[in-house]
Structure formats: C-alpha cells, structure tokens
C-alpha cells in the first residue's frame, strides 16, 4: 500500500504565485524525495532530502522534512505556467533490503494560470 | 545525466496476447532496476524489483506468473504482460539504479513510459 499521502491533491494558482505541498508518511525514512510527471509521461527527479537534513534548496524548489511528524513540503516560488505538472514525493524505507525501492505519495496536479 | 530508455513508449494489443516492454540503461549499468504501474490520476505502484541475473522480486498481489521481469544483462530490463485483459490497460514505467558517483546522491532514473491498451 502506498504510505506517501499528499496534500491538497489539487492545485490552481496564477503564475508568479508560490505553490506550496505536504507529504506525509508513515515509516521510517532514509530519504524523501520529490519528482514531478507531466500529463503521461515518465518521472523527472526533482530533488532529494535525507533523513538527516531539514532544509533543501534547488533553484525555486524549496524542500523540508519533519521527520519528527513524518512530514515533508514542497515549495515552489515564482511558478511559471511550465510548472504544471503531477508532483509526487516518495520515500525510500529505512532498512529495507533494496535501497531505491520507492514509495509515492498519491500526487498533487500543479495547474499555473498565465 | 544518465539515460533511461522504455520501449514502446504506447502499444495496443488484442485481449489474450502478450506485450513486451524494454527498460534500457544507455549510458550507466544498471544493477537493478524497477517496474511500476500507474493507473489515469493515481499514484505509481511498485510491482517488483529486477536485479541483474536473478529472479525478480515481486510485491504482494502482483502476479509473477502475469508479469514476467527478465534483468538478462546490466542495461536491459523486460516486462511481458502474458495473456493481456482490459484490466492490464495501465501505464508502466521502469526506473533504473546504477554504480559510480552519478548514482551517490541515490537517485533513480525513470523511463518515459509505456501506455498499454488492451481491447
């Protein structure tokens, strides 16, 4: 079963707005990480936090990781309308026999208005 | 970056055949790769992990006998869904995890996809 759960599970903002979305999970994690998938199309890695970190920046991505409530953010700042696209989080388990063995979240849809 | 290569990236078949689906490394060696499966607007699925010269191993539900995972070489994964139905009709992606410093930060590499239909 998929342990990732994103929030909100849809998102319409006007380009040059902040978009904003959580994850939540529920085992222990060596690392989350975030990819973005457009309309039918394979994933893209967006950015990688580790179970020891907080904060991550990457360009306009923006990056926490709460493990103490099993939670984690994405922000994106100054969205442009190419932004739009399926955002997941996935979470690699700690102590499991496969690292990259990967768990999504459920997907937040990013739509940015011109 | 590296390169993941999935092929087809769309097929359509007739209910009872069987679909072959390549997951290509180009430019790393992939020690094990990754076949996922996504139905319109859900998340992705791990159906099972493919290592190199090994039997896969699959995740719970997921048919073996149905999905066959062949990891014959270091840079080539296939998925045969045998005796397709409508129900298969989903879309299938591979991810790719290799050696050398490209790999360190422990990301994964996926494919474009495949979109089966299965009439």
């Known amino acids: 079963s998929q342990q990732g759960e994103e929030d909100p599970q849809a998102l319409s903002i006007q380009e040059g707005e902040n978009a904003t979305m959580n994850c939540s999970y529920k085992?222990?994690?060596?690392?989350l990480q975030w990819y973005r998938q457009n309309s039918g199309r394979g994933l893209v890695h967006l950015i990688l936090?580790?179970?020891?970190?907080r904060e991550k920046h990457s360009g306009r991505l923006r990056v926490t990781l709460d493990t103490s409530k099993k939670s984690s953010s994405l922000l994106i700042t100054a969205s442009r309308a190419a932004d739009t696209a399926s955002y997941f989080c996935a979470t690699d388990r700690m102590g499991g026999t496969s690292y990259g063995k990967l768990t999504f979240g459920q997907g937040t849809i990013l739509t940015v208005h011109p | 970056g590296a390169v993941v290569s999935q092929h087809p990236s769309w097929v359509i078949c007739k209910s009872g055949t069987s679909v072959k689906i390549e997951c290509r490394s180009l430019?790393?060696?992939?020690?094990?790769m990754f076949w996922y499966r996504q139905f319109p607007k859900q998340s992705l699925m791990l159906m099972a992990t493919?290592?190199?010269?090994?039997?896969?191993?699959?995740e719970q539900g997921v048919e073996k006998d149905k999905f066959l995972i062949n990891h014959a070489s270091l840079t080539l994964s296939t998925l045969t869904v045998t005796s397709a139905h409508p129900e298969d009709s989903s879309f299938y992606i591979c991810?790719?995890?290799?050696?050398?410093?490209?790999?360190?930060?422990?990301?994964?590499?996926f494919g474009s996809g495949t979109q089966l239909s299965v009439l």
């Open positions: 991810s790719a995890r290799g050696i050398g410093q490209v790999f360190a930060n422990e990301k994964l590499f």
């Open positions: 936090i580790r179970s020891n970190e």
């Open positions: 430019d790393f060696q992939a020690t094990t």
């Open positions: 493919s290592n190199e010269g090994s039997k896969a191993t699959y």
């Open positions: 085992t222990s994690i060596n690392n």
